[in-house]
C-alpha cells in the first residue's frame, strides 16, 4: 500500500523538458486514484494511520516535485514551455551556483598564489580531478582522447555528486523548525514555499534525463570524432557477420543506443528516491505507532527501531551518492571508450 | 482484479531481487575469492568487478521500475 501510494516520485519539470513524458501522464492518472481508492482501504485495514497521519502523501509531497499549478516562482509560458520553477528547479540552481561558487573561488585562489603547491580544499579538488583523468577517463576513453572528455566527465561528477549531496543536508528542514517557531511565514509565500524544498534533483527522472541526454550525445559526437561521421554509424554493426545477420542486428544496435541512457537515467533517479523513500518510511514508523497505541509507544518506536535505522540508512545513503556519481561517470566514459574502440 | 496487480508488481519486485541478490552475491564471491589468491592484484580485481556489478544493478532498477509502471499503468 505504501508503495503503491509513493509511487510517483516523478513530477514534472516542465511540459517542454518532461522527456520522461510516460511518468508525467501516470502522475495525473494517479492524482484522482488513491483519493477515493486510498480511503476505504485505510479504513478496511486500519493500520496505515488512518485520518490522521498519511506516510504516503507525507513521502510524495517531500520526493516529488511541486506541483505546477503552485511554483516557487511564476514565469512566463514562452513557446507552449512554462519556466515556472518549481523546488526542484531551484535546488537545480541552488546547486549549479554553489558549485560555481566554490570551485572558481578554490581555483582563482590556487591560480594567485606565488607558488603552486595547493592546499586545503584545493587539496581534495586536485585528488578528485586526478582520480577522474587516471582512474575513470584514461582506461576507458584511452590516452589519446582523455584530455578532450575528462572536463566532461568531471562536469557530469561533480554536478551529480552535488546535487545528491544536498538532499542529505537538512537545511530545509532547519528552516522549516525556524519558520515553526520564529517566523511564522505563511504557506503561500515564497519563504513558506521554500521551506518544501530541500530535495534531491537527482531523483526527478527529467533531471537525470537531461544528464542522460547529454551522454547519449557524447557518445555519438566520440564516435564520430575519433572515426569520422559516416564509420561511427558503420561501426555500429560488427565486421565480418554475414549480410543477413548484420540486417538483422540493426534494430538491436538501434536500441541499445538508446537503452544506455535510458539504463542511466532510471539508475540514478530510482536509487535517490529510494533512499529517500526508505529514510521517510521508517521515520513515519513513529506518527503510525502513535496514532495506533498512543504516544509513549510511539516515542518507544522512534527511539528503538527508527532513529537508529534511519540513522543506518542514512549512513548507506553518504555511500550511495558517492557511488552513483562515479557509476554515472564510470558508464559515461565505459559508453565513451566503446565508440572510440570499436574494434569490430 | 486489482489485487493480481499488486500482487504480480510484488512478485516481479521479490523475482528481480532475488536475481540481483543472487548476481551480486557471485560477483563478490568471485572478487573475495580472487583477492585471496592474488592480493597484489586486489586494485585490478576490483575495478573488473565494478563494471559488471554498475551493469548488473541497473538491470535490477529497471525491472523495479517495471513493476511500478505495473501498479500505476493499471
Not at chain 1, 519539470?13 to 494517479?30: E, R
Not at chain 1, 544536498?166 to 517566523?183: D, Y
Not at chain 1, 538483422?248 to 540514478?268: C, H, K, N, Q, S
Amino acid at each position: 500500500m505504501l508503495l503503491a501510494t509513493a509511487a510517483p516520485p516523478a513530477a514534472v519539470t516542465g511540459p517542454g523538458a518532461s522527456a520522461f513524458g510516460l511518468v508525467a501522464t501516470l502522475d495525473a492518472a494517479q492524482l484522482e486514484e488513491p483519493a477515493e481508492a486510498g480511503e476505504p482501504a485505510h479504513e478496511a485495514a486500519g493500520e496505515e494511520g488512518g485520518e490522521g497521519f498519511d506516510a504516503g502523501e507525507v513521502i510524495i509531497e517531500h520526493v516529488a516535485n511541486s506541483s505546477l499549478e503552485h511554483p516557487l516562482i511564476h514565469l512566463p509560458t514562452i513557446a507552449g514551455i512554462d519556466f515556472s520553477v518549481t523546488k526542484h528547479v531551484l535546488m537545480l540552481w541552488v546547486v549549479a551556483g554553489l558549485l560555481f561558487v566554490i570551485l572558481t573561488s578554490a581555483v582563482k585562489g590556487y591560480l594567485r598564489q606565488d607558488r603552486l603547491v595547493p592546499s586545503g580544499f584545493m587539496n581534495g579538488l586536485e585528488a578528485l580531478v586526478e582520480y577522474i583523468r587516471d582512474e575513470v577517463a584514461e582506461p576507458n576513453v584511452g590516452h589519446k582522447w582523455a584530455k578532450v572528455w575528462t572536463p566532461m566527465l568531471l562536469t557530469l561528477f561533480v554536478f551529480i555528486l552535488g546535487s545528491n549531496a544536498i538532499g542529505m543536508i537538512p537545511v530545509f528542514e532547519v528552516l522549516s523548525l525556524a519558520n515553526h517557531w520564529v517566523v511564522h511565514a505563511s504557506p503561500d509565500s515564497f519563504f513558506g514555499m521554500v521551506l518544501h524544498g530541500g530535495s534531491t534533483t537527482t531523483s526527478n527522472f527529467n533531471v537525470t534525463a537531461g544528464l542522460a541526454v547529454v551522454t547519449f550525445f557524447a557518445i555519438i559526437l566520440a564516435g564520430s570524432k575519433a572515426h569520422g561521421a559516416v564509420q561511427h554509424w558503420k561501426n555500429l554493426v560488427p565486421h565480418g557477420v554475414s549480410p543477413f545477420l548484420a540486417v538483422a542486428l540493426i534494430p538491436i544496435e538501434i536500441l541499445g543506443m538508446f537503452v544506455r541512457p535510458f539504463a542511466l537515467t532510471m539508475r540514478l533517479a530510482a536509487n535517490m528516491t529510494g533512499g529517500h523513500i526508505a529514510i521517510l518510511a521508517i521515520l513515519s514508523f513513529v506518527f503510525i505507532f502513535t496514532e495506533m497505541a498512543g504516544q509513549a509507544v510511539g516515542m518507544g518506536v522512534g527511539l528503538a527501531v527508527s532513529i537508529p535505522l534511519a540513522v543506518g540508512i542514512s549512513g548507506l545513503e553518504l555511500i550511495v551518492i558517492m557511488v552513483q556519481a562515479y557509476v554515472f561517470t564510470l558508464l559515461t566514459a565505459v559508453f565513451i571508450g566503446m565508440a572510440i574502440h570499436a574494434h569490430h | 482484479m486489482e489485487v493480481l496487480h499488486y500482487m504480480g508488481a510484488g512478485i516481479g519486485l521479490g523475482l528481480a531481487v532475488i536475481g540481483a541478490g543472487l548476481g551480486i552475491g557471485k560477483l563478490a564471491t568471485g572478487m573475495a575469492d580472487g583477492i585471496a589468491r592474488q592480493p597484489s592484484a586486489a586494485a585490478q580485481i576490483t575495478s573488473a568487478v565494478n563494471l559488471p556489478l554498475f551493469l548488473l544493478e541497473g538491470v535490477a532498477i529497471l525491472a523495479e521500475v517495471f513493476c511500478l509502471l505495473i501498479v500505476l499503468l493499471k
